[in-house]
């Protein structure tokens, strides 16, 4: 069965750091571009980053420079490391997977081009 499961999310201070992950089983994602996105209440569901199986990144402008996408083929995982979180962060985080190897940005990097879906961890930003 093949299945994506995010981790790492939770309740941090603003200012702080968190990394999320997104496991796979059942296929390798080494033959896939894998994206975040996250929704937040009332909100409509975004592109965060995006890493194609070369290795290319991109992110919305609202998170550069604050996050980092990076992908550990051998624990067949993807992380998202979040530092400088801020209240408007806060949101759910979905790991996603695209068959499309050489989705680049996080434009091309769209959630209808993503054929696998994680269920999601919640991150909130709140003192």
């Known amino acids: 069965q093949l299945q994506l499961v995010e981790s790492g999310g939770g309740l941090v201070q603003p200012g702080g750091s968190l990394r999320l992950s997104c496991a796979a089983s059942g296929f390798t994602l080494d033959y896939y571009t894998i994206g975040w996105f996250r929704q937040a209440p009332g909100k409509e569901r975004e592109g965060v980053s995006c890493i194609s199986r070369s290795g290319s990144t991109d992110y919305a402008d609202s998170v550069k420079g604050r996050f980092s996408v990076s992908r550990d083929n051998a624990k067949n995982t993807v992380y998202l490391q979040m530092k400088s979180l801020k209240a408007e962060d806060t949101a759910i985080y979905y790991c996603?997977?695209?068959?499309?190897?050489?989705?680049?940005?996080?434009?091309?990097?769209?959630?209808?081009?993503?054929?696998?879906w994680g269920k999601g961890t919640l991150v909130t930003v709140s003192s």
């Open positions: 996603a997977a695209a068959r499309v190897p050489t989705l680049v940005t996080v434009t091309t990097c769209h959630y209808n081009r993503m054929d696998y």
